[in-house]
T-cell receptor, first 114, second 112 residues
Framework: ETGVTQTPRHLVMGMTNKKSLKCEQH?????MYWYKQSAKKPLELMFV???????ENNSVPSRFSPECPNSSHLFLHLHTLQPEDSALYLC?????????????FGPGTRLTVT | QKEVEQDPGPLSVPEGAIVSLNCTYS??????FMWYRQYSRKGPELLMY????GNKEDGRFTAQVDKSSKYISLFIRDSQPSDSATYLC????????????FGTGTRLQVTL
């Protein structure tokens, strides 16, 4: 595996379900990010982890709970989501003190909340 | 007012055409400007970046920044069907460890 991988690629869940999104980077980076991409909206930065410590949380509802057990893995735990949470969730990684533009994105998880 | 404005398209052009994609922004403190390309069912990938004002060329692609007008452009010469994708502009305040602020993306379709 190379680059940034995400699983699952597609997820359909009910509003009362609990599920998790997984991201893995194989680039030796020390920072990882969760973004939300909705139709006709800009990418929204949700969380930033640097050296496994959360350094940014952009007012994301508590029904989204990130976890970064090590510098290669990032999870997004989901519970009691709303239909408006349906979107493409993108993971990215970079060197925290490296160039800002060198963020490498995974293919995303397409989430549908029913 | 959105921080970054980008026409969502879709923009449809014939093969070989010159394509112009644009973004305007409101925060004059932005210093770094990027263009990402996102194919269907893929994540964004960095296409080009520029620092401050000026032009940068890479093959068929030219990125242009006009800080006085708060306006950035991406030109694609001799467009190919493989250029069909969504193009996202992004910008940041500093060059390292800085938040990226994205536009909504412009969907481009290059037809045969």
């Amino acid at each position: 595996e190379t680059g940034v991988t995400q699983t699952p690629r597609h997820l359909v869940m009910g509003m009362t379900n609990k599920k998790s999104l997984k991201c893995e980077q194989h680039l030796g980076h020390n920072a990882m990010y969760w973004y939300k991409q909705s139709a006709k909206k800009p990418l929204e930065l949700m969380f930033v982890y640097s050296l496994e410590e959360r350094v940014e949380n952009n007012s994301v509802p508590s029904r989204f709970s990130p976890e970064c057990p090590n510098s290669s893995h990032l999870f997004l735990h989901l519970h009691t989501l709303q239909p408006e949470d349906s979107a493409l969730y993108l993971c990215a990684s970079s060197q925290r003190q490296g160039p800002t533009y060198e963020q490498y994105f995974g293919p995303g998880t397409r989430l549908t909340v029913t | 007012q959105k921080e970054v404005e980008q026409d969502p398209g879709p923009l449809s052009v014939p093969e070989g055409a010159i394509v112009s994609l644009n973004c305007t922004y409101s925060n004059s403190a932005f210093q770094y400007f990027m263009w990402y390309r996102q194919y269907s069912r893929k994540g964004p990938e960095l296409l080009m970046y520029t620092y401050s004002s000026g032009n940068k060329e890479d093959g068929r692609f030219t990125a242009q920044v006009d800080k006085s007008s708060k306006y950035i452009s991406l030109f694609i010469r001799d467009s190919q069907p493989s250029d069909s994708a969504t193009y996202l502009c992004a910008m940041s305040l500093t060059g390292t460890a800085s938040k990226l602020t994205f536009g909504t993306g412009t969907r481009l379709q290059v037809t045969l």
